[in-house]
């Protein structure tokens, strides 16, 4: 799997954190209120407050434990982050055409990509705000677009909307812009590139493969 496969989406590193920190703002959300306590504006700004102060106060273990970072996203990302809908969203058609057992594989295989591709940009933070813009929402009230900028210091405000849905009374992420340029569009191209290629039990081996080289590398860098 490629470089491009993986971070294609991205402007530069800077759209990496911001993505990083945007998605983390998310998943706290349950931890902090109900759906029905207040809407995701509130949340996020209450969260972000909430993870400033913890990465000021954990940045050098975070930096020296990338474990120790993989299992805080695991903890908090994982279980926020509605990684059916991700993964049928980036699939597009092949979801369908794929294999219960396939989609299974494929989602469990990209959320480990996306949690070790993107923890490692928390060792790049330090200080953010977050300004909100006007948000749009679905007739049903279900379904919202949040429009933020984030603000970092000595960097022009990246522009970053996120999508988020109410399921099971928990609003969860299923996408992130930055600039317009979306997380699941950008993964789209490449993996429909990658199945019409190799199929889809040849893209699960390849994304398998590099999260094993990625472990591996972990460990001899950390031995």
């Avoid at 930096?63 to 993964?87: G, T, W």
């Avoid at 058609?93 to 219960?100: E, S």
């Avoid at 928990?170 to 997380?183: F, P």
Wanted: with cysteine; glycine share 4%.
């Amino acid at each position: 799997m490629t470089r491009t496969m993986t971070l294609r989406f991205e402007r530069n590193h800077l759209c990496l954190v911001s993505l990083l920190l945007m998605v983390f703002v998310i998943c706290f959300s349950s931890r902090v209120s109900s759906a029905g306590e207040t809407g995701p504006e509130r949340v996020i700004q209450q969260i972000s407050e909430r993870l400033l102060v913890i990465f000021k106060q954990e940045q050098d273990s975070l930096r020296s434990d990338p474990a120790r970072l993989y299992q805080l996203a695991n903890e908090v990302l994982v279980p926020h982050i509605d990684f059916s809908k991700v993964s049928s969203l980036v699939l597009g058609k092949h979801w369908n055409r794929a294999t219960p057992d396939q989609q299974e594989a494929f989602k469990a295989q990209f959320q480990r990509l996306l949690v070790r591709t993107y923890s490692t940009a928390f060792t790049e933070l330090k200080e953010w705000e977050i300004r909100f813009l006007p948000t749009r929402e679905s007739g049903s009230g279900v379904d919202t677009a949040v429009r933020t900028q984030l603000l970092l210091p000595q960097v022009d405000p990246i522009e970053v909307l996120y999508h988020m849905h109410l399921k099971d009374g928990n609003w969860m992420a299923y996408d992130v812009k930055i600039d317009g340029i979306s997380l699941i569009t950008n993964y789209r191209t490449s993996f429909n590139r990658e199945v019409r290629s190799i199929g889809m039990d040849g893209l699960i081996r390849k994304i398998t493969a590099l999260n094993e080289k990625r472990v591996q590398k972990q460990d001899v860098n950390h031995s």
